[in-house]
């Protein structure tokens, strides 16, 4: 169980464009579902922590203008990123809340994204 | 957010040995948090220290935390081919559920 999946799995697209990646949670329902953001062998930097009904909440030096998080529903989080520039290339990674103890987080397994 | 950091940065031992990582964090915490990434892929929960535990096991894992200094450490015994990987410490503070995640370790195990 606590299974969590990302869509999709690796994007190219063209500087300037948008791309949505999706965040699900198969088999529970979360309230709470966090954006990660990581760089080739550095470590995960919240983005942001995405509330169903809600309005995120971004880290500090996050643009939200730029990152669009939706949570609409308790099983499905969307981050967008607008107009798109290369140094947004990098591997975003979503975790979700089982619900259970508030602790335990379940990470999706990533979307590469590169923007050429 | 302030990251902890984990040393070494990266670690090649011979299959068979046994691979120590040591994690350093800056805040209170309510519990630390031990992760694996294989390459390009997400993440692995590996195992969960409560701040009232100093010492717990996993199979081949054994991890410690000393709240005093703010550190933690994570043995695997017996390392095989399949334990390369990087691995990530996050803790959590009291009522947040927010992760922070340390700087990782890469690890190497050699055939």
């Known amino acids: 169980g606590a299974v969590v999946s990302q869509h999709p799995s690796w994007v190219i697209c063209k500087s300037g464009t948008s791309v949505k990646i999706e965040c699900r949670s198969l088999d529970f329902q979360a309230t709470t579902m966090f954006w990660y953001r990581q760089f080739p062998k550095q470590s995960l930097m919240l983005m942001a922590t995405?509330?169903?009904?809600?309005?995120?909440?971004?880290e500090q030096g996050v643009e939200k203008d730029k990152f669009l998080i939706n949570h609409a529903s308790l099983t499905l989080s969307t981050l967008t990123v607008t107009s798109a520039h290369p140094e947004d290339s990098s591997f975003y990674i979503c975790?979700?809340?089982?619900?259970?103890?508030?602790?335990?987080?379940?990470f999706g397994p990533g979307t590469r994204l590169t923007v050429t | 957010s302030q990251q902890g950091e984990e040393d070494p940065q990266a670690l090649s031992i011979q299959e068979g040995e046994n691979a120590t990582m040591n994690c350093s964090y800056k805040?209170?915490?309510?519990?630390l948090q031990w992760y694996r990434q294989n390459s390009g892929r997400g993440l692995v929960h590996l195992i969960l220290i409560r701040s009232n535990e100093r010492e717990k096991h996993s199979g081949r894992l054994r991890v410690t935390l000393d709240t005093s200094k703010k550190s933690s450490s994570l043995l695997i015994t017996a390392s095989r081919a399949a334990d390369t990987a990087s691995y990530f410490c996050a803790t959590a503070n009291f009522g947040n559920e927010k992760l922070t995640f340390g700087t990782g370790t890469r690890l190497t195990i050699i055939p």
């Open positions: 975790s979700a809340l089982s619900g259970g103890a508030w602790y335990e987080q379940y």
């Open positions: 805040t209170s915490i309510n519990n």
């Open positions: 995405s509330n169903e009904g809600s309005k995120a909440t971004y």
